[in-house]
């Protein structure tokens, strides 16, 4: 007898309700022994500050969320903004997303009840959960409250533009993401009227970068110490020399590594890795081993691809004898292993016939 199998692919529904239950199941369950020895350390009629001290000590989180509960239940006691952010704080690094959103929604409600490091706590641990939507509802409550303690600060906009160039897979996604990124920083530089500190502007480089708006980041790169008051540093030309490599542009990433170098900075390993790439492709052969070089002597590490850019530029213009010697005298000083030497080895030949 035939056995039939379904062809029906489950909803995302019901995904979502399998992933719950699921979810649920998992749950981890309340230690009746341990919230009673927690409760027992908090004296008659206590105050916010000794119930904090009480929550910082304990290692449950879900101890941690029931005793916060439990407080609330009590008469004459309210919660404060530190019994709010270290329960915040207990609940996010746990994750237990679900149990601090309905700590959040009680910070919320009450106007009166706030700062500024309490909701950039709460962005912080939502952009953790990759709940974007969520930490933009906290921001803008954050713009709309009368009390001024509260209100945005360049914390706040540095943690949403690391969430936000986190989020990018491809160029589109990244472009997509920096035009949010675009206006957030228009809005905090115009409206609120906070200075960009290197961090930001460094943000503001790396998404133009990866949404392919190179020009754009050139453009941020040499208003830093004109207009923002801020030298760029050393991840600064790191990303620019990055984008610029990826486009092609060799004169400009050369260019930007000799001024790095000369204000003291040492490219990365990826920057290195970038340029001999991009200068190998773009058949200037010669200065890419110069780099590969220097690279290995400022102790930065080559990778694969750029050994194997490298040496297949070398046989593509026929000189095997030169990628050849190359690669014995990168193994013959430990520069590339047995494993990586004969894989490179291999290519080469599968490519270029017997480089004997």
Known sequence: MAVEYSSWAPSRSFRRRASKRLKSSLKPTLDETQFQLAVSRIPPRFTSEELCNVISLQGNPLVCFELFNWASQQPRFRHDVSTYQITIKKLGEAKMYEEMDHVVNQVLAVPSIGSETLYNTMIYFFTEARKLT????????????????CRPSIRTYNLLFTAFLSR???AYINHMYMETIRCLFRQMVNDDGIEPDIFTLNCMIKGYVLSLHINDALRIFHQMGVVYNCLPNSFSYDYLIHGLCAQGRTDNARELCKEMKEKGFMPSSISYNSIVNAMALNGEVEEAVNYLWEMIDSRRSPDFITY?????ELCRQGRVVEATSLLRELQEK???DGHTYRKLLYVLEDDYGNLN
């Open 168 to 170: 990018g897979r491809n």
């Open 134 to 149: 969520r930490a933009i509802n906290i921001f803008k409550h954050m713009q709309n409250n009368r009390n001024l303690n």
């Open 308 to 312: 194997r850019t490298v040496l297949d």
């Open 334 to 336: 430990d520069l590339v």
